[in-house]
RNA sequence: GGGGUCGUAGUUCAGUUGGUUAGAACGCCGGCCUGUCACGCCGGAGGUCGCGAGUUCGAGUCUCGUCGACCCCGCCA
């Protein structure tokens, strides 16, 4: 039978009770966490987000019946008086264990169905029943967690930039198809049929307007939308911190940034050290194979082909010779590796597309390796020398295309250090990766693309040369990297109207497409544009490495699955016909609806 | 768009070469219990083996299709 509040009002939260509180008369109300029935005495562990306190009923037979009613997840009031429990009864991994609440009175306020799954337990649900029952799911004491630290984190940051003269903008949810980019959410215009607008992969277009606009610096904890296909750290939409700086330069954006980074990290008691490293987009992908390096551990990727040049080893000397290179990685005490483990780091190059993997080693002096009687000894312990590598070390070397080889050995040196436990979670090593091409060959479409997007400043000494040598243009891009995931993107932007145009003629988008898709803001840049620059921070992905969460999902509050469906709400969904011609709109495909489950 | 792993009780899983009545744990329901806190003990209920075809005397098990979850590649300025 369910009862009613009343007028009850609650005195604490169930986190709230110390030894201090006892002999308090107190009301509480919250979830049945866990019932114990032991006859005569029933203990009730009542929760809420702030934690759990044991209710006790006893000696009242009625009352005593009616907690050998309540069930998991009723929703019930207590009243009672705080009472210290005895030495032996004590609970030391409760905060609240030192003290019970010895019921007076229990009101059931909502009876609850059996839940799919036990909050009480952690884990030990499938993705798909948690997702499907997320209110569920949210009661967990992890998940609430991470609500909160992602509350914490916004207002950090709004905070931080408030502090700092940023202004808050809302910028359109329904507005334009931007170029170039992910592929758009489009939502059909019901007033012009046939007319649709796009939800914002990000505000780009509307922040710099807000430059020209004179908003000086800008913020924006933003949701962007982006319908390309998911990933564990990747969900179609998320928020960005979104920020706008005129007359900025690089350094001025680093700054701001890295003190945001500070006080987000103040949030967990962490302080973290800055100015941040810097790397070209070059060396990353050189030295490490990804233009995110992971800087937690060294092992770069290390140059050898001179070595090998003019060496008695075939395969290496000839992938020199026909432009490509030898390249290797230092495995830090990986020369008493077995070789069963060596095997497998062969086979496992191999799966990631080497032709072949080498590896050297002299742990006593003696240089023993795979390719020793063919390369000889003299030219191994060179490329030892070479790569720095000594007694206790591992040195693996793969030939081949030079960005291929260092994009494979980059993955292999992720999964070596990670297998050695040495992706540390507490370690932080951010970077700045800067220099990065303007532009990027795009070979289907037989044309050059922007790297970053066309609002794009080129490097100055790059302007002569746009023309000529594209390929050769360096952006003044930067990313944000964080323990080889990218947490941030920006760039300076273009704000001459002349050089914009000169930049949409190379992307070969014709006068006329850049004017119907954004000739508002071609025009815009007309009216006295200041310099300015931004960035755009992964506000999901911070949360993540903060919480040590891995899915994406279980720092979002209602995420979406792999196929982009919402498995609680059951979106997305076919919809009435009527509304469908409302909107001028006749679908080609037959929607299947949500699937037979 | 491609590749991989998975789908069996409310939940998480096991299920041998295709063979009698599909099991375990937790949860749930009932009983007993005054100091439990993952309470304990006793008993019980609970299954369209995701869905649809096919092979077979016989399918949870094999084949094909389909739906869904997860991971990776492409994609993500």
Redesign the pocket.
Known sequence: MVERLGTLARTHTCGALTAGDVGTEVVLLGWAH??????????I?LRDRYGLT?L?A??DAALVEAA?RV??EFVVAAVGRV?R??A????P??PT?EV?V?LRELRVLAEAK?????I??DA????????RYRYLDLRRPRMQQNLLLRHRVTLAVRRYFDAQGFLEVETPVLTKS??????DYLVPSRVHPGQFYALP??P?IFKQILMIAGVDRYVQIVK?F?D???????QPEFTQVDVEISFATEELVFGVVEGAMREIFRVVGREIEAPFRRMSYQEAMARYGTDKPDLRVGMPIEDLSAVFADSTFDVFRDAVASGGAVRGIVVPDGARSSRRVIDELVEQAKALGASGLAWVRAPDGTVQGSILKAAGEATLRAALDAAGATSPDLLLLAAGEPAAVSRMLGQLRLSIARKAGRLKPEDLAFLWVVDFPLF?WDGAERRW????????SPREEDLGRLESAPGEAHAR?YDLVLNGSEIG?GSIRIHDPELQRTIFRLLRIGDEEAKERFGFFLEALEYGTPPHGGI?LGVDRIIMILAGE????DVIAF???????D?MAGSPSPVDPRQLDELHIRTVAKA?G????
């Open positions: 866990r019932v114990r029935d032991l006859g005569s005495l029933v203990f562990d044991q006790t006893r000696d050998k069930r998991s009472e429990r005895a032996d009864a004590v609970n991994k409760m264990g019970e010895v059996t839940p799919p799954f036990q009480a337990e030990a649900a499938s993705d798909e029943t948690r997702l931007t170029p170039e980019g992910a592929r992969q990000s780009q962007c982006r390309e296909d998911l990933r564990i750290d990747r990027e693309v922007s790297m970053h997007h066309p609002f794009t891009a993107g755009a891995v899915p994406i999902r995420p979406k699955t792999t196929a982009a469906l498995l299947d949500p699937g037979d489950r």
